[in-house]
């Protein structure tokens, strides 16, 4: 009796089988794995992973589908050290066995911490934290844009300080959620539509939570539409010991959301101060000018009269030396005419000197008493009396007196 054959599988019935027999086995069905990733690549058409997971004896392939990609909030590379869990099965069309991956998150370190590290180092290499790429922030902000939730307690707490401190700014809201997976996306749109309105600056705000709960600040697409905004940006999210990427990316970092209001606009009490103090100064500096010209005024005032009296001395003493030539040409004029008549009149004069009569012979006769006998009659016989001739004088006596008759 022959033993019967048992009916011939096709490979693809073997294969199904074998898949099967894998895919309804208790361990391989949900089963975790750690190992070391190599050959990793990621199908951007699809969005599946392929990639090897091995250690230091084996490899096994592994594939991980864009459903399940997409949560991963690293990127896995080559010689990462990784935990996975997954199922085993084969891959029907070829028969190969596979791992395939619905979770995957570092081993050692988290997934959320080495994915913020990694997009740092990414971000930082192109230069989206450059200093040189920083905005200056408006010292007096008009208009004050806000990326927020409208309910959350950060903008309440931006609106109490702003109100304090600079009440004369509009504040604008542009409302987006901010946790989530959906808030990535709609925190790009309210970037970008606050920065078309126009305002002054900018202020991405969230309160403080947990690493997932702000982990919608630590999307690359936030980053760049962060980096890409004509408009300063504040960046006010979580607590103090928070730091996210768009803190690096932002034109200034601030702890707090009401810090960043802090930041972004001056205190209307300080500024008051200050201008008073500008004002006083204004004026110090303002009368400090004032008396130096009045000074230098006065000086030139002074200059211009001591030139014009000067001016005038140096007039007058031309004036003195004209009048001094004209009156030693009128003196000398005068005492010459004078001279001239005082030689005519000494020429006279001694033309009838009594000492030019007596030099030619004649005598002054004079009485004891000194008075000259100029008549018979001034004398009598006996008569003492004295003649005076050229070189020397007579004593005589009259004798005798003859009185001529005309």
């Known amino acids: 009796m022959e033993t019967p054959t048992p009916s011939a599988l096709t490979v693809s019935q073997l294969n199904q089988y074998i898949k099967e027999y894998l895919d ?6 949900n089963v975790t794995v750690t190992a070391e990733i190599s ?25 991980m589908f864009a459903q399940n990609a997409r949560s991963l909030r690293f990127e896995p590379e080559p010689g990462m050290k990784v935990l996975v869990t997954g199922n085993v099965s084969i891959y029907p069309a070829r028969g190969d066995l596979q ?18 590290e990694q997009l740092k180092e990414k971000l930082q290499k192109e230069g989206l934290f450059a200093e ?22 950060a903008f309440h707490d931006i609106c109490n300080v702003l109100t304090r401190r600079w009440p004369v700014a509009d504040i604008i ?29 900018i202020l991405v705000a969230r309160g403080g939570g947990s690493l997932e709960d702000l982990w919608c600040f630590n999307d690359e697409r936030v980053a760049r539409a962060i980096f890409a905004c004509q408009t300063p940006v504040i960046s006010g999210v979580g607590h103090e010991v928070d730091f996210t990427i768009a803190d690096f990316v932002a034109d200034l970092r601030a702890p707090t959301p009401s810090a960043a209001a802090e ?3 001056p205190d209307r009490f300080d500024e008051s101060d200050r201008i008073l103090q500008m004002q006083n100064r204004m004026r110090f500096l303002t009368q400090q000018r004032i008396n130096q010209q009045r000074a230098r005024v006065l000086f030139l005032q002074q200059s211009n009269v001591l030139q014009s009296f000067g001016s005038l001395l140096n007039v007058k003493r031309m004036d003195i030396d004209r009048m001094t030539d004209s009156l030693q040409h009128s003196m000398r004029r005068r005492m010459d005419a004078e001279h001239g008549r005082l030689n005519v009149t000494a020429g006279k004069l001694d033309a009838f000197s009594p000492l030019k009569v007596i030099s030619r012979g004649y005598g002054v006769v004079r009485k004891e ?15 003492r009396i004295a003649v005076t001739v050229r070189d020397g004088s007579l004593d005589c006596t009259v004798d005798t007196i003859r009185k001529e008759v005309p």
């Open 24 to 29: 309804h086995d208790f361990v391989l069905r």
């Open 39 to 63: 050959e990793f690549k990621r199908h951007y058409k699809s969005g599946h992973c392929y990639f090897t997971l091995k250690d230091d004896r084996a490899s096994i392939s592994c594939a």
């Open 99 to 116: 791992l395939y991956v619905r979770t995957m998150q570092p081993d050692g370190i988290g997934s959320l911490a080495l994915a913020f």
């Open 132 to 153: 040189e790429c920083k905005k200056p922030i408006p010292v007096y902000p008009q208009r004050i844009g806000v990326v927020s939730a409208p309910t959350a307690a």
């Open 173 to 201: 809201l542009s409302p987006t959620l901010v946790q989530g997976d959906a808030a990535p996306p709609q925190i790009v749109k309210a970037i970008e539509a606050i920065d078309r309105a126009g305002v002054d600056v």
């Open 263 to 265: 930041l972004c606009a």
């Open 369 to 383: 008493d000194g008075n000259v006998v100029a008549s018979v009659d001034a004398v009598t016989p006996g008569s």
